[in-house]
Every structure is written in C-alpha cells, then in structure tokens.
C-alpha cells in the first residue's frame, strides 16, 4: 500500500509560494484554508453516516470555525464559552454536542437555555447538576477504554468501567434524563485503528446490558484521536474508517448514529508555524537553536509529549547543507524546547525563518504570554 505523504511533502507548494513572500510579524500561525476545507472533506468522505462534530478546544479561531460551518461540519464544545464563539457564526445551539464530562452549574445552565440537549457526564456528581441545571438533557454516559498508546497520552482523566457506566445510566434516567447515547476517546494522536475496535466491543457490550434494563440509545460517539501527518507518516483515515464500521457491525446490537469528535486530523495538516531564529548557540556537542516560538507561546504539545511528537521543519535558506539541531524557544526556562535532532539549513542566523508544520492543533489555543513572549497571530489565506 502506497504511503501517504508526510506533511512537508504536503505542503511544499505552500512553502514556495507563500511562506517566503509573506511579512507578517514572528511568530504567526499560516492557516491555508483549501488545505482545512480539504481536509474535512476527506474526513467527511471516509466516514460518511457519520456525524463529524469538530472538537474546537483544537483551534477556535473564528476563521478556522467559519470555514468548517460553512462546509457543513458540526461542532462539539467543552464549555459555554465556546457555544458563545460558535453562535456567533450562526450555528444551531442544537447542532452542537457538550462532551465534557465535567461541567460547571453555569455552563450546563446557560447552554441548556441556550439550545444544546445533549451532554455527557460519567459520575454521580455530574448527573446531579444535569438534572438541576439541565432537567430533561439527553446524556450520554463516557464510557473508559482499554488503555493504547498513543502520541499525546490520555492520563485517564474521564470515563468509567462498562459495570459503573450501566449503573450510571440507570441514575441518570431515575433522575429525569433522557438516555441518549455512549461516548468514548481512546488518546489523542492515536495510531492504533483496533484501539476504536476494542472501544466499540466494549461499547456494544454496554449496549446490551442496557437493553436488558430497558434502556435503548440513538447514539455512539467514537470521540476523536484521529491522527494527523507528522514527520512519520501515520496510516490513512481510510483504515479507521473502514475499523469504525466494521466493529459498529459486528460488535453494536442494534443501528444507532454514530459521532465523532475530530481536532488535530482535520485542522492540524493545514496549519504552518512561522517562527524567526534569535539565537544559536554550541553547548558541549549539541547545536541549539532559538526561536520566538516556544513550548510555552504555540507549541505545548512539544511538553505534553515530552519531546516526542515530531513537527516536521524546514527553514528559509533551504542549504544543501544541514545540521542538526535542538530547536528551542524564547523564555529563560529549560523546558521551553520544541525537539531535538532536527536538521535545518547548517547556516541558519538571526532573522532567518524557520517553518513548522503540522501545527493547526493545539497551538495558539494553548499559548500564553508566559516571560511577556508574543502568542502567535493566526492568518489565514485562501491562495
């Protein structure tokens, strides 16, 4: 099977004809809107039946949300707040899926008023404050799955066991809320397609002790994960899709509507980091670079995987003749490192541009002006 091309290979024509002619201020994030409308097709085609629900917390830019609106993709929020920036575009509250499962009183309160019916929760807590803020929701229960490695690891933060779940659900409908589906999120960055398989078995395992309580839902949310194209490519949406469907066959009792939450593998491949080189400095036998881009001003993800995830880089000389580097940002703190052993042009100097692909996910949605260092502006350009 032929591979998919890496990012860099991607958007090489993008590098030729924009990045090297553009003049915005460093750092700013290049946000190439046919790359994101493409990518939701793609999505969208592979998974067809299924209801794509954008993760926004991935990148909320009102550009980036006007786009995806305009293609048709819905939305799942994890706060009102973000139900606030979607209305704002004119989507339908009702469209829009609240998947935290933890919540404040206010936020459940205010987006039930607002129009949004269904939400999910996994504790006896989150039940309680649905059925005063929200009575009458439809929930659904998040359901924990069997621990996969994945890239940016998920710590076990939500979800419950299939015997808590079907006793949550029971208290659910006790307390006057519709029983409306099961949800899931196996990591983000996942590369595994059976980690949605062994998620869908046990979620049809679910499924059938609820039948036996009485209790039939309309919908199965796979959550996200979905990877996007790094520096090593990662197989074809193609293969989860047709994972997705056959485990939904063979493991679902009856037909429901099936969800998904994608972020980073339909915004992350559109999205290029532009970063200026300040410094460059030998230490012992490593040569590092600095940038005005850090792990804490545009890419956290470099911490949340500790180093691991490979944004691929090219820079502004594009010498025949590389080295290799550790890329590192702008803060006087040690941590603010992006990745080691990258090669870039050998003879890269302050005020040379180094680009970062990848790099539409979890970006500017997690920057800080931690030091007094810039958040990147996001552009985006439909050339």
Known sequence: MKQPETAAQQTSKLTVRLLDQLTYPTPYLLM?????????????????GIAVHYAMKCNPDPAVLRALHADGCRFEIASYPELEELQAIGVDAKEVLFSNPVKTPEHIRRAW???VYRFSFDSICEVDKLAAEAPGASVLVR???????SAVPSEGKFGIDLTHSLELMKYAVSKGLKPYGVAFHVGSQMENAQAWKDALAETGSLLRALEQEDIRVEMVDIGGGFPA????????LSIYAKTVREAAVAYLPYEVQLAMEPGRALVGSAGVMVATVIGRARRGSTDWLHLDVGAFNGMMEALESLNTLRFPMTDSRRSAQQTSYSVTGPSCDSQDTILHDVSLSADLQVGDRVYIYTAGAYTVSYASRFNGFDIPRLHMVQA
């Open 143 to 149: 359901l924990k799955t069997i621990p996969a490695n």
């Open 32 to 48: 190439h809107g046919p790359t994101l409308r493409a990518s939701y097709r793609t999505i969208a085609k592979n998974f067809a």
């Open 113 to 115: 008023k607002a129009g």
């Open 229 to 236: 194209q790094y520096e090593q490519s990662s197989p074809p």
